[in-house]
């Protein structure tokens, strides 16, 4: 498709239950990438994929966060036993790199999220 | 760490030009300036980007000085659907490609 497509919208979960998110990236884009954003400003990167290969996991938190893209299938983010500070909007990107190995662009373009709210 | 800086807010009156400045002090050589917008809650929207020269699109300009330390993105006239979050972000370097946010530049465009 021509933009990212995040789903569900909203998704409401009790402190321990599983929450799952999709995203659908760009057709042709090579890279995905998930940002939390608590409270109104702050963004975290979580996770990039390359294709199906985890590229930089370096801001997934150790414990119940875990990703995957799969081929032919939406990527997804799970949450196992969500916590209270969980609640936050997960936004996904997708991108392609151009240029070269020393100097490339990576413009991303974000999905129009998803909002967690654990209760 | 953010790479950038930026003022945390700004006024615009409808119709003028729109100036928002971004300290990149710690830029590297290999790192592209990239802006985006975040309208409420929606996800962050791409305006323009650039390495050294200065660039205009259709949404905006962009002006990075001489040593890439910082740059302004300029909105030339105003209106009140501008009214947003503005975020620098620098990026590029070897390895990653993820976007670090700082906490951007609420722009409010005054009738």
């Known amino acids: 498709g021509e933009e990212v497509a995040q789903t569900p919208k909203h998704l409401v979960r009790g402190e321990g239950q599983k929450a799952k998110l999709y995203c659908a990236p760009i057709?042709?884009?090579?890279?995905v990438f998930w940002y939390q954003q608590v409270l109104k400003n702050e963004f975290k990167f979580l996770i990039s994929?390359?294709?199906?290969?985890?590229?930089?996991e370096t801001g997934m938190p150790k414990e119940r966060f875990s990703a995957k893209c799969l081929p032919n299938s939406p990527c997804s983010l799970e949450i196992q036993a969500t916590k209270l500070e969980d609640s936050a909007v997960y936004f996904c990107?997708?991108?392609?790199?151009?240029?070269?190995?020393?100097?490339?662009?990576?413009?991303?373009?974000f999905g129009a999220g998803t909002r967690l709210s654990v209760l | 760490d953010a790479k950038t800086t930026q003022p945390t807010s700004m006024d615009c009156a409808e119709g003028r030009a729109a100036n928002l400045p971004c300290n990149h002090s710690?830029?590297?050589?290999?790192?592209?300036v990239y802006w985006y917008r975040q309208i409420h809650s929606q996800g962050p929207q791409y305006i323009i980007h650039?390495?050294?020269n200065n660039e205009t699109n259709e949404m905006a300009s962009l002006i990075i000085t001489e040593d890439r330390k910082s740059s302004t993105l300029i909105l030339p006239h105003a209106t009140l659907r501008d009214t947003a979050v503005y975020y620098c972000?620098?990026?590029?370097?070897?390895?990653?490609?993820?976007?670090?946010f700082g906490t951007g530049t609420r722009l409010k465009v005054l009738a």
């Open positions: 710690t830029i590297s050589g290999n790192e592209y």
């Open positions: 057709k042709g884009h090579s890279y």
């Open positions: 972000i620098v990026s590029g370097s070897s390895g990653t490609y993820k976007y670090i």
């Open positions: 990107a997708s991108s392609h790199t151009t240029g070269t190995a020393n100097l490339a662009k990576n413009i991303q373009y």
């Open positions: 994929f390359q294709n199906e290969n985890v590229f930089d």
């Open positions: 650039g390495l050294k």
